[in-house]
């Protein structure tokens, strides 16, 4: 694994401690997409093999992406304002600090009496009593596999479909940059278990909603590049979402149409937020955008990383503009990740 500031475990340690405890709350971050519903899920159907009692919870109280709404045991998730029922260990997954879990959760976290962290987004701090955090693993739930392997838990079909469900979204169906052989073993093993790989890329892949599509439509219209082609940008308007039908959930396949054309090296999507903007990236060559995010007040990974600005929409698209201009400007695409993408 990848040391991070984080990480004061090794993941038998962390394996040993939650078997020794009950009572968990597991929560993820804010918008959860699917490495954090699965790995959410995943850990509470590991927990609940061994007898424990385990519950999942929302950071904010918000419908999920509906695309996700197949996993085994999402109709049981509960906000964490709402949840009133025991909670003696927290354990947070997929989510690196704690304004990405919102307030309820965070205090859901200061009153339980032990916390631990499973992740792959490194960061300076640790929130938890106990963390592990390995960048180099190319989902949250390829961790948690692993974590219920240790704990003895039953791995059978509800928990590999959670898990490989993080894995393909995290590596977009294992073509990012992030597939390798380590994460190309584990969905083997998720599917041996009985995940059924088909079945998923359907739910996650195939079952876009209209709206959505109309989305893209207005990105794909609205498109800008620079950097001779090697950066694209675009974004979608609160305006939007009402004029098509659209929820939040809606806009995150977007990105994809952008990163999808030949000779961008990173793309961008932005979405309006009122006073707000939120942003994505992501990379296909070696161009760090977490760093590109770190410096707007953001993070993630190498190659695929968010952030938020303050401000109208214009500017914000001025403004990333030329942050990607000069990000790129007098680099090289990397021959090996064009190939791969």
């Known amino acids: 694994m990848s040391v991070t500031p984080q990480t004061n475990t090794t993941l038998p340690e962390l394996a040993a401690a939650l078997a020794e405890r009950d009572d968990f709350v597991i929560c993820g971050h804010v918008s959860p997409d699917g490495d954090c519903i699965g790995s959410q899920l995943a850990l509470m159907h590991a927990l609940r ?23 085994p045991g999402a109709d049981g998730l509960v906000p964490a304002a709402l949840y009133d ?25 200061d009153a339980c009496a032990f916390s631990a962290t499973v992740d792959h987004h490194a960061y300076d701090e640790r929130m938890t009593d106990l963390a592990y955090v390995d960048p180099a693993s190319a989902s949250t739930t390829m961790l948690v596999w692993e974590l219920a392997g240790l704990m003895g838990a039953e791995r059978g079909a509800e928990l590999a479909t959670c898990c490989y469900t993080g894995l393909v979204t995290d590596t977009g169906r294992f073509q990012y940059q992030n597939t390798d052989a380590a994460a190309l073993a584990a969905a083997s093993a998720m599917v041996a278990a009985g995940a059924d790989a088909a079945g998923v890329a359907r739910e996650i892949f195939q079952s876009r909603s209209l709206p959505s599509v109309e989305l893209e439509a207005l990105a794909v219209e609205r498109m800008r590049f620079g950097a001779d082609g090697g950066w694209a940008l675009s974004w979608v308007m609160r305006d939007d979402f009402d004029a098509v039908g659209a929820v939040k959930a809606d806009a995150e396949p977007l990105i994809d149409a952008l990163r999808s054309l030949r000779g961008v090296r990173v793309a961008c999507m932005l979405r309006d937020q009122g006073d707000s903007v939120r942003g994505s990236f992501r990379a296909k060559d070696g161009t760090d955008v977490a760093a590109l995010a770190r410096t707007l007040g953001g993070g993630g990974h190498r190659a695929a990383a968010g952030f938020t600005v303050s401000g109208p929409m214009e500017a914000a698209v001025e403004r990333i503009g030329a942050l990607l201009d000069e990000a790129l400007a007098g680099t090289p695409a990397d021959a090996e990740g064009e190939r791969g993408a």
């Open 49 to 71: 093999s061994l007898g424990k009692r385990a519950v999942c919870l929302l950071a904010k109280d918000e419908p999920i992406d509906a695309r996700l709404a197949f996993l």
């Open 85 to 109: 029922g025991p909670a003696a260990t927290f354990v947070a997954v997929d989510v690196p600090m704690r304004d990405r879990m919102n307030s309820a959760a965070a205090h859901l976290l």
